[in-house]
């Protein structure tokens, strides 16, 4: 079981970009879906949640600018990411609860993926 991140790279300023993020492997569910970031240098933080039944949360720092959705049939979580600053600059993180058989029963575990490097900048 693994959440696998894309789509980090390089943009402009005001330019946009689309993160995504799959789970993947014997899943028998997930809960809430996030994204973080960690700047150098800087703490990670949280950028945005999504709960099961679809409602969001954002940092300050990025609402009106983000948007993150999930497909559940998918297995999978994006963030969309517009008006791009170089304050955004990071490494993205996506992290779920998924619902997983590690003993006797299945129960939800944190999970988090590889990272992706975002970087704008002109």
């Known amino acids: 079981v693994q959440l696998q991140a894309s789509g980090g790279g390089l943009v402009q300023p005001g330019g946009s970009l689309r993160l995504s993020c799959a789970a993947s492997?014997?899943?028998?569910?997930?809960?809430?879906m996030a994204w973080h970031r960690q700047a150098p240098g800087k703490q990670r933080e949280l950028v945005a949640t999504?709960?099961?039944?679809?409602?969001?949360n954002y940092s300050d720092s990025v609402k009106g600018r983000f948007t993150i959705s999930r497909d559940n049939a998918k297995n999978t979580v994006d963030l969309q990411m517009n008006s791009l600053k170089p304050d955004d600059t990071a490494v993205y993180y996506c992290n779920a609860d998924l619902k997983v058989l590690r003993e006797t029963y299945p129960r939800y575990y944190d999970y988090w993926g590889q990272g992706t490097l975002v970087t704008v900048s002109s």
């Open positions: 999504i709960t099961s039944d679809g409602i969001t």
């Open positions: 492997g014997p899943i028998f569910g997930i809960a809430d």
